[in-house]
């Protein structure tokens, strides 16, 4: 089945900035035209180059995952940094199959919008596929998929279940993330406690929607920049609690022990058991913004 994949740099506005347009330009289209060889190493067509990225479809499930693992090894194994200045560059994938619709060269269609935004979603360095991509491999190609959870795409009416494609063997051990049992966990009937900067906050099953964000409306309020004024929703929902972000720059979510977040970007996941919210930027970055969560039994 025809398979999409969107790739994107992260960071390029950064890279503009600091190395100026004509530099900076010149740098991302050498770039791309270079990734791009690899996508057509592994029978893939380039639609087109996105300034920033690559928009490249596939005739075979393994074909993308194959490429897009040979791209992220590529740059791991041979840095490239903009302008010999700052940090390597990395990129970040969406992986789709479905139907395809060839119009004057372009390629529209549901699997398209779906690449786009699992691209979006993911973090430097990852991949990420729904189960359709998973579906189509090998019991042996489909070793290093990692369940994230169904998450609703952006203009998608139904969860999408999500995986990130764990392609670094290294790493695995802190990616084995939240797996199946965490997102499809029984109905749960505990409360819901979140906290931040001496508040605490109480959600029961069926209880009133919550909202985080910088307002002082919020039922939460948390008072930083890179803080939306209604930055992201805690309701109860099909007995699960579904934290969705709609923020402006994102929400970082960590479960349990997981150093690995799931990013939300104007999409939703479950909480269960317990962990940490990040709002606006990873729990990382100088005095992030977190919030605390726990689903009591």
């Known amino acids: 089945m025809p398979t999409v994949v969107f790739a994107d740099l992260v960071g390029s506005t950064g890279i503009f900035e600091r190395l100026g347009d004509e530099t900076a330009g010149r740098f991302v289209t ?7 060889k690899t996508c057509e190493q592994h029978s893939g067509r380039v ?5 920033d990225g690559l928009f490249v479809v596939f005739a075979r499930e393994s074909d993308a995952i194959d490429a897009c693992v040979a791209i992220q090894r590529r740059l791991v194994e041979r840095p490239v940094v903009p302008g010999g200045l700052g940090n390597p560059v990395q990129m970040q ?5 479905g139907e395809v619709v060839e119009i004057e060269g372009d390629c529209y269609g549901d699997a398209v919008n779906s690449a786009a935004r699992l691209a979006d979603l993911a973090g430097a360095d990852q991949i990420l596929a729904t189960q359709r991509v998973r579906d189509a491999l ?10 994230i959870g169904p998450m609703y795409l ?8 999500v995986y990130r494609v764990e392609w670094q063997p290294e790493r695995d051990a802190d990616a084995t ?6 997102f499809k966990a029984p109905s749960q009937q505990g409360w819901l406690e979140i906290s931040a900067y001496g508040q605490t906050l109480k959600i029961e099953p069926r209880g009133e929607r919550l909202t985080l964000g910088r307002s002082t409306t919020a039922n939460l309020a948390v008072n930083d920049s890179r803080v939306s004024r209604i930055h ?12 969705g972000d709609v923020s402006s720059f994102g929400t970082w979510v960590y479960m349990g022990n997981q150093s690995e977040p799931v990013v939300l970007r104007r999409t939703e996941c479950y909480l269960v058991g317990s962990g940490v919210i990040a709002l606006g930027c990873d729990r990382n ?3 992030a913004p977190l919030v605390t969560f726990t689903v009591k039994a």
């Open 30 to 36: 050498q770039l791309t035209t270079a990734l791009s």
């Open 47 to 51: 639609v087109k180059l996105l300034g």
């Open 93 to 97: 994938m969406g992986v789709e199959s």
């Open 138 to 147: 090998t019991p042996a190609q489909q070793e290093p998929f990692r369940s």
């Open 154 to 161: 952006r203009g998608k009416t139904e969860a999408t279940e």
């Open 177 to 182: 993330v939240m797996g199946v049992s965490m």
């Open 232 to 243: 992201a929703t805690v309701e109860w929902r099909g007995g699960h609690y579904v934290l």
């Open 285 to 287: 970055a100088e005095a």
